[in-house]
């Protein structure tokens, strides 16, 4: 079996040698019609025989981008078993058979259908098979075979970014590194210069360079200062064919920082600054603000101020502002126009943070002259101290002169002074000051235990500006004078027992002294002058501000004493000695052989009170009977008041007043209001009742008020007349305070009274059966002779 192959080796190494010179698709199509397809025979000394296939071809080649009008021929299949009798069918399968690849089935020539591009996809792998037509079998085994895309500079370089953002520090040296870019080609780099990619620098120069191979951008100039100029921009190329050309390029931007160093010393933009002061002003006032000037930017700029040695640097202070970097000049010390009136301050400004690289460029600091006059204020007087300490006997007499305070006017002017008491702080007018020369001085007696201290305030004013004042405390302690004598420091009661012996302790005293001297108290114990040798008992000093009580005889008789009464002298050692006496009670008691009291004789004490025992009990007896004596008398009283009124259809009463209960005789006061009577103008205002609710309320008449004190029957005899007279007056006669009748009353009417007009008599007799409560009424109407 005889086969063929495309000579693509031969053509491979011609588009090598031919590339720059001819097109490489005029080279492939002028040689491949004609030397695409080669006859192998058994002649030939040393061909390859196959033995499985009658047919084989190596990997074709094809070009990208093919512009021409015709389809672009790719190769030729054929088999010896093709007699070229039609009889063959050949069949194209793989990567883009039927859409890219065509072949012609009759001849077995493979033609590009479309333009291909390499960096889409550069090799395809196809299968090729010859079919009988006839029969429909394969002829030939399946066959696969590689077509390979040729590559063209069709691609330019591109950068990886646009813009590119970069810093570097100022002052940099030459070749410093900045940034490196990075493009890439998408052509082959395998074959020819198409991806070979050259950098160059198109602007940005002479300040910046390019490494033509790497894309290093570096420094191209010494010193760069970023006060002259911060911002770059810098235009990179990348060509590729090795940069000549007709090589395609791309471009980007790259964008350089010059950042900050300290290369720059701070500068006070003028060499002296004046500011004035207020002799007044409080400490930490600030006066003025100064700043030096420094280009630099951050913490490159950061300084500090400070007050070199000299005038005025006790006196001022000077801080830092590190928001705006400004230097506040601060009082430091209280200033006086009078001591001195103008202070000359130089201030340095320096950096904080200075870079050791720029240190020759000089010294990174500036000084500055600041002037500052002190103005003059009127000032309130100065005292010669901050505070007086005055030390006085408690015993001083009233006016004595204690102590001095002492004040000046701190102006020029020297203005007089005039002292007073704040009396806030002296209540009590205990002291006085005189105006003109402070002296201090007592107006009451001083008592060390009443108040060891005295705190006052002392004022001192300008006599021409009231205005001007100042105030200083004034501590008076007032010193002890031993003037308290010593007293015992407790009540004590003290006993004895019957059955004492000689020699024993009954009782350990002890005194207490309202003094304090400085040494301490010392009290001393001894017996009164009157009796210096008691007979019953001893006394004895314990050296210890105590003092014993001893017995001095065996035994003691309640019966013949029962209490002993003993003086005891105590006096203290200061200066002058102060004494007083204690009489110390004794009771004599029953012990039992312990010593432990057991009972005292009552009776003495009881006598001591005046009173017995038989008189107290008598006492006690008297007041339970006054008191049964009250209770029953209230018992009796209130069962009284609870008895029922005789009552009866035929009772018939003339009174003031009518009331549901009764009466409680002329001595009740209560009952009503003897004064209306006497007073017609009281009558008149008609009070009403307050225990009955009145059905009617008549409007009474005024007469002409009776304004002579006369006898209450006469009134009553009055105003019965006048009633009778009166046709407008009530149906009833009654000379009642109240203008209606009660409610319900069990008298029932009184309107059946006789008046002094009726023509009948009426028995009365039977008001003095009623008791000595209706006396006065059954006097009044039961007599013959009644008036």
């Not at 499985?52 to 009008?69: A, P, V």
């Not at 000379?735 to 009726?758: C, H, R, V």
Request: charged share 25%; net charge negative.
């Amino acid at each position: 079996m005889r086969t063929y192959y495309c000579l693509s080796l031969f053509i491979w190494t011609c588009m090598f040698h031919t590339v720059d010179a001819i097109p490489l698709q005029e080279k492939a199509n002028s040689d491949l019609p004609s030397k695409m397809v080669v006859d192998l025979t058994k002649e030939d000394g040393k061909m390859l025989h196959r033995t499985k296939r009658g047919w084989m071809w190596n990997q074709f080649f094809l070009l990208e981008e093919y512009t021409g009008t015709d389809t672009q021929y790719v190769g030729k299949l054929h088999t010896d078993q093709d007699k070229g009798d039609g009889n063959l069918k050949y069949i194209l399968t793989g990567d883009g058979a039927g859409s890219l690849f065509v072949i012609d089935e009759n001849t077995g020539d493979i033609h590009a259908a479309k333009k291909l591009d390499r960096e889409e996809k550069s090799l395809y792998i196809l299968r090729a098979k010859a079919i009988d037509r006839k029969t429909g079998r394969q002829v030939e085994p399946e066959s696969e075979f590689i077509i390979k895309i040729h590559d063209i500079n069709d691609n330019e370089p591109k950068f990886t970014k646009d813009l590119y953002t970069a810093s570097v520090p100022e002052m940099s040296g030459v070749g410093t590194s900045v940034i490196q870019v990075t493009a890439t080609d998408a052509d082959d780099a395998n074959y020819g210069n198409s991806a070979k990619v050259v950098y160059s620098i198109l602007q940005g120069q002479p300040y910046f360079s390019v490494d033509p191979e790497s894309g290093i951008i570096k420094t191209a100039l010494p010193d760069m200062s970023r006060e002259n100029r911060e911002q770059y921009q810098v235009v990179i190329q990348a060509k590729d064919m090795g940069g000549q050309m007709g090589g395609l390029s791309g471009t980007t931007t790259v964008n350089i920082t010059l950042t900050d160093v300290n290369n720059n010393p701070p500068r006070f933009p003028q060499s002296t600054y004046q500011f004035n002061s207020p002799e007044s002003v409080p400490l930490g006032t600030h006066l003025g603000r100064i700043k030096a000037n420094d280009p630099d930017v951050g913490e490159n700029a950061e300084m500090e101020y400070s007050i070199a040695e000299g005038d005025g640097a006790d006196m001022f202070d000077v801080i830092t502002d590190k928001d705006t970097q400004e230097g506040i000049i601060t009082v430091k010390q209280n200033l006086d126009f009078e001591n001195q009136m103008l202070y000359t301050l130089r201030v340095d400004a320096s950096n904080t943070h200075p870079d050791p690289r720029f240190l020759h460029l000089g010294p990174f600091k500036d000084t500055a002259v600041v002037k500052i006059s002190v103005q003059d204020i009127d000032e309130p007087p100065v005292f010669s101290k901050l505070f007086y300490l005055i030390e006085v006997d408690e015993d001083v007499k009233e006016g004595s002169i204690i102590g001095q305070v002492t004040a000046y006017d701190p102006d020029a002017m020297n203005n007089l002074i005039k002292y007073s008491i704040d009396r806030h702080t002296d209540m009590d007018r205990i002291f006085s000051i005189h105006s003109e020369n402070g002296s201090i001085f007592t107006l009451k007696p001083l008592d060390r235990e009443s108040s060891s201290w005295h705190n006052i305030s002392i004022t001192a004013t300008e006599i021409n500006n009231s205005k001007q004042s100042s105030h200083i405390p004034v501590f008076i302690r007032i010193l002890d004078i031993n003037d308290h004598a010593p007293e015992f420091a407790m009540y004590y009661e003290t006993f004895v027992c019957e059955n004492a012996k000689p020699g024993q302790l009954i009782q350990t005293i002890s005194v207490m002294d309202k003094d304090d001297p400085p040494r301490g108290h010392k009290f001393f114990f001894e017996p009164v002058p009157e009796f210096p040798l008691n007979p019953n008992f001893t006394i004895v000093d314990n050296k210890d501000n105590t003092a014993g009580i001893v017995t001095r005889k065996d035994g003691y008789s309640r019966n013949k004493m029962s209490t002993y009464l003993l003086p005891i002298l105590i006096f203290d050692n200061d200066y002058p000695i102060q004494s007083s006496t204690g009489t110390l009670t004794i009771r004599v008691c029953a012990c039992d052989n312990q010593g432990n009291m057991q009972s005292c004789n009552a009776e003495a004490l009881v006598l001591a009170a005046g009173l017995s025992t038989g008189a107290l009990i008598a006492i006690l007896l008297c007041v339970i009977i006054l008191l049964v004596l009250v209770v029953l008398f209230a018992a009796l009283k209130r069962q009284r008041k609870k008895e029922p009124l005789i009552i009866s259809k035929d009772d018939v009463r003339d009174n003031i007043v009518t009331y549901n209960d009764e009466g409680g005789g002329e001595e009740d006061t209560q009952a009503f209001d003897i004064g209306t009577l006497r007073n017609p103008e009281a009558r008149e205002d008609s009070k009403l009742r307050r225990d009955v609710m009145p059905e009617t309320i008549f409007q009474i008449r005024r007469t002409v008020p009776l304004w002579e004190n006369i006898d209450v029957q006469d009134f009553i005899h009055r105003r019965l007349k006048e009633n009778d007279s009166d046709p407008s007056a009530p149906p009833y006669d009654s000379l009642a305070t109240y203008a209606y009748e009660g409610n319900d009353s069990i008298a029932n009417s009184l309107s059946s009274l006789e008046s002094l007009t009726a023509d009948c008599n009426q028995d009365y007799d039977y008001l003095s059966d009623w008791g000595p409560r209706f006396k006065k009424l059954a006097d009044m109407y039961g007599g013959d002779d009644s008036d």
